[in-house]
């Protein structure tokens, strides 16, 4: 699945990180496209992506401008529907045919699987400018397709989702299309509101790691660590344009070459700086910015983190 995936995306033109296997990461992909970045995580049941990755994968995306999105195929104990948007801890979740249609045809999924069933977005707007152009009102529509006055307020507020059902006999009074495509590329409604802020779990207990956030916090820099991913931190700042990707490298690590082959090839994607941070004096990598732990501490200003990347 992982495969397909990501031959589809380089198919339609994305540019495509390397996969991030190095350690367990929550996404095993990023991919951009123009203005579209997204954090791609497959995942053959997305029943089983935990909230751990759920949360990470979305602070992640939040932070760097992204959308988090799953690549599946069941859905807890059901085979996911192609042409049918599904959803796990808020993140949205498609079957990799039904990504090839957005991506290669421009063909957006109409329906939405909750667990109470299947249903799909109207336009609001769009049924109450033809309802009154038809001079008809809520009642008399309500009398002519059986959905309730309430409902159809609801609808027309956009507050509503409706089944297909529903929406076919409102398609066909109206003699509009009503039902509204959903954009994959645009994340849904946060719904959990204190989801994002347990972000503030994933403070580090690490002393390297502690360093980087602090110094980085008093320069008004956003730090945040990450612990499943081929990086250790993100850091950003959208007025200062600081946009950091950063590992800290672990004495004696067997794997860190590939992890920084890894960091490097997500950066290049989302259009960051790639750092390793060392507690080693004079540490060296051909292929990565490294700066002592030292070295860092001492820094009083944006101009002096800038000279050291």
Do not use: W
Not at 22 to 30: A, G, K, L, N
Not at 83 to 94: E, F, L, M, P, Q
Not at 211 to 219: D, F, G, I, Q
């Amino acid at each position: 699945m992982t495969d397909i995936t990501e031959s589809a995306l380089r198919k339609a033109g994305f540019d495509v990180s390397e996969r991030c296997c190095s350690r367990p990461s929550c996404f095993d992909m990023v991919a951009r496209r123009k203005f579209q970045l997204a954090f791609i995580k497959t995942h053959e049941n997305i029943g089983n992506v935990s909230v751990r990755d759920a949360l990470e994968l979305k602070m992640l995306s939040k932070h760097l401008s992204a959308v988090p999105l799953l690549i599946g195929e069941k859905s807890h104990h059901k085979l996911m529907e192609d042409d049918t948007i599904y959803s796990r801890y808020g993140i949205y979740a498609v079957t990799p045919m039904t990504l090839e249609e957005i991506i290669l045809h421009g063909r957006n999924p109409l329906v939405d699987a909750t667990p109470g069933g299947y249903y799909v977005r109207l336009d609001g707007e769009k049924i109450r400018k033809k309802r009154q152009s038809l001079e008809l009102s809520v009642g008399k529509l309500a009398e002519m397709t059986g959905i309730s006055r309430r409902t159809l307020y609801g609808y027309e507020k956009g507050k509503v989702k409706a089944s297909i059902s529903a929406a076919y006999n409102l398609e066909y009074a109206l003699g509009v299309p009503l039902v509204q495509e959903i954009d994959v590329f645009q994340p849904p409604p946060e719904q959990d509101t204190g989801f994002l802020s347990k972000a503030k779990l994933l403070l580090s207990t690490h002393h390297c790691l502690r360093v980087v956030e602090r110094k980085l916090s008093r320069l008004n820099v956003f730090v945040a660590h990450v612990k499943r991913a081929p990086f250790d931190f993100i850091a950003n700042s959208k007025k200062e344009h600081v946009n950091i990707v950063g590992g800290v490298a672990s004495r004696k690590e067997p794997n860190l070459e590939k992890r920084v082959e890894e960091i490097i090839s997500v950066s290049k994607v989302i259009d960051a700086q790639p750092v390793l941070i060392t507690e080693k004096e004079n540490a060296k990598n051909d292929h990565i910015k490294c700066i002592d732990r030292k070295e860092l501490e001492k820094i009083d200003n944006l101009r002096q983190l800038r000279e050291l990347l």
